[in-house]
């Protein structure tokens, strides 16, 4: 008989392990340190307005997996969803991401695609050759104007640092699109759980194989008479921070109640650096197949994460990738863990990316145990 497996975090990282193992036969033991199961992406009712709240901010749920659109539907019904996002700059309203009808808002024109592409590019700053830092980018993509208004003051608040800071690489594509296409998303499969994404994560825990217990924060004690330990709390977490804290921004949600209809949309971005905060969800809007009189919003401000704040965005520029390399190899030293998920592995990652992830992850731990071999130390390389 193996041993039986312990998982650190209920999130979607460690419910899709655990279940994939269950089903292979295994014991599985699920800990977290919260009060909760779903990890960031948990949901609850809100008591006075009945709207369902994203506790940790808004979570659209988009992917091109077949599987993973699949597997999320076994588990729960998903609502048709469109993610549709305005901003506010400079005291107006406009269509995001950059389209045809946000340029023509914007600077007063009634252009089709063909003449939009020829005036984005008039705008381009073509004296910028190899651009090295997210402004260059920005600047060579689209212009002075349209930087100012919808990326420079948004960026500098999510990254608490000039865009002038921040390398090229983190603005890959061209953020324009010369249509009407407002969608947010360009992935085939998009929508919303019916009942919230903990309900989906109790349906992929429930299992007779699985063993779930909350408020309890891990100690690597905690690993004896378990043959190995998944891992998706923080990496630097693990070893007690004995190299210094890998750098997160965190997220302050400043909640307030409002009667009726707050901004008709679920999400209302804020361009300028002179509102503190990035953004207002309006949580009503996410279940637009649910009905109810009052609303709840959350504004949302980011800023650096103290030891005792939620980790939310990885910063991943030069500084902490030294410091994530000394991680790695203190990690790869270790014997029956895998460090799994965004926190374990220290990356950005959608729920979709999540859950391929932690399928695969659960697939290759069964083959080295299968084979007699050493189980993957990470999910994926960070
Ligand atoms: C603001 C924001 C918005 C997002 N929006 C979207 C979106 O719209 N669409 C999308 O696809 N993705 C979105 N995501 C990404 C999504 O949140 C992640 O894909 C998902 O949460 C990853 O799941 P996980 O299990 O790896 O991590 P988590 O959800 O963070 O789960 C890790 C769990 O481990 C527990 N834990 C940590 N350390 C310990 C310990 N020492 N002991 C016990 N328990 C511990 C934590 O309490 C937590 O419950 C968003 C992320 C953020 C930050």
Same mark, same amino acid.
């Given at each position: 008989?193996?041993?039986?497996?312990?998982?650190?975090?209920?999130?979607?990282?460690?419910?899709?392990?655990?279940?994939?193992?269950?089903?292979?036969?295994?014991?599985?033991?699920?800990?977290?340190?919260?009060?909760?199961?779903?990890?960031?992406?948990?949901?609850?009712?809100?008591?006075?307005?009945?709207?369902?709240?994203?506790?940790?901010?808004?979570?659209?749920?988009?992917?091109?997996?077949?599987?993973?659109?699949? @597997?999320?539907?076994?588990?729960?019904?998903?609502?048709?969803?469109?993610?549709?996002?305005?901003?506010?700059?400079?005291?107006?309203?406009?269509?995001?991401?950059?389209?045809?009808?946000?340029?023509?808002?914007?600077?007063?024109?009634?252009?089709?695609?063909?003449?939009?592409?020829?005036?984005?590019?008039?705008?381009?700053?073509?004296?910028?050759?190899?651009?090295?830092?997210?402004?260059?980018?920005?600047?060579?993509?689209?212009?002075?104007?349209?930087?100012?208004?919808?990326?420079?003051?948004?960026?500098?608040?999510?990254?608490?640092?000039?865009?002038?800071?921040?390398?090229?690489?983190?603005?890959?594509?061209?953020?324009?699109?010369?249509?009407?296409?407002?969608?947010?998303?360009?992935?085939?499969?998009?929508?919303?759980?019916?009942?919230?994404?903990?309900?989906?994560?109790?349906?992929?825990?429930?299992?007779?194989?699985?063993?779930?217990?909350?408020?309890?924060?891990?100690?690597?004690?905690?690993?004896?008479?378990?043959?190995?330990?998944?891992?998706?709390?923080?990496?630097?977490?693990?070893?007690?921070?004995?190299?210094?804290?890998?750098?997160?921004?965190?997220?302050?949600?400043?909640?307030?109640?409002?009667?009726?209809?707050?901004?008709?949309?679920?999400?209302?971005?804020?361009?300028?650096?002179?509102?503190?905060?990035?953004?207002?969800?309006?949580?009503?809007?996410?279940?637009?197949?649910?009905?109810?009189?009052?609303?709840?919003?959350?504004?949302?401000?980011?800023?650096?994460?103290?030891?005792?704040?939620?980790? @939310? @965005?990885?910063?991943?520029?030069?500084?902490?990738?030294?410091?994530?390399?000394?991680?790695?190899?203190?990690?790869?030293?270790?014997?029956?863990?895998?460090?799994?998920?965004?926190?374990?592995?220290?990356?950005?990652?959608?729920?979709?990316?999540?859950?391929?992830?932690?399928?695969?992850?659960?697939?290759? @731990?069964?083959?080295?145990?299968?084979?007699?071999?050493?189980?993957?130390?990470?999910?994926?390389?960070?």
């Amino acid at each position: 008989m193996t041993k039986p497996v312990l998982i650190v975090g209920a999130g979607l990282s460690g419910a899709v392990i655990g279940r994939e193992l269950a089903e292979a036969g295994h014991l599985v033991r699920i800990i977290d340190r919260r009060s909760h199961i779903a990890g960031n992406c948990h949901m609850a009712r809100d008591e006075a307005s009945g709207v369902m709240v994203h506790v940790y901010g808004p979570h659209i749920f988009h992917t091109n997996d077949d599987e993973v659109w699949a @597997y999320v539907n076994r588990h729960m019904t998903f609502m048709p969803y469109v993610n549709r996002v305005k901003t506010t700059s400079n005291g107006r309203v406009y269509s995001l991401p950059v389209n045809l009808h946000t340029i023509n808002q914007f600077f007063g024109k009634t252009l089709g695609p063909d003449e939009a592409k020829a005036f984005i590019l008039s705008l381009s700053d073509a004296s910028i050759g190899e651009p090295v830092t997210f402004e260059d980018q920005a600047l060579k993509f689209v212009g002075r104007e349209l930087y100012e208004a919808f990326f420079e003051g948004y960026t500098r608040k999510q990254w608490g640092c000039s865009p002038r800071d921040l390398p090229a690489s983190i603005l890959k594509r061209l953020p324009v699109r010369f249509n009407y296409d407002d969608n947010y998303f360009s992935h085939r499969f998009q929508g919303m759980p019916e009942h919230g994404y903990t309900e989906m994560v109790a349906s992929i825990l429930s299992h007779e194989n699985i063993e779930v217990e909350l408020e309890r924060d891990f100690v690597r004690a905690d690993a004896e008479g378990f043959g190995h330990v998944f891992y998706s709390g923080p990496l630097d977490g693990y070893f007690d921070y004995e190299f210094g804290r890998l750098g997160y921004r965190t997220l302050d949600f400043e909640e307030f109640r409002h009667d009726g209809d707050y901004q008709g949309c679920a999400v209302m971005n804020y361009g300028n650096a002179d509102v503190p905060y990035t953004r207002i969800t309006e949580h009503k809007h996410f279940s637009p197949w649910e009905t109810h009189e009052r609303s709840i919003c959350y504004r949302e401000y980011s800023r650096a994460c103290g030891p005792d704040d939620v980790p @939310y @965005y990885p910063i991943r520029l030069s500084g902490e990738q030294a410091l994530l390399a000394q991680y790695v190899a203190r990690a790869r030293m270790e014997e029956n863990v895998t460090f799994v998920g965004r926190l374990g592995t220290y990356r950005y990652l959608d729920m979709d990316v999540t859950i391929r992830e932690a399928l695969d992850t659960a697939q290759s @731990y069964i083959g080295a145990v299968t084979g007699n071999l050493r189980p993957p130390v990470f999910s994926m390389a960070p």
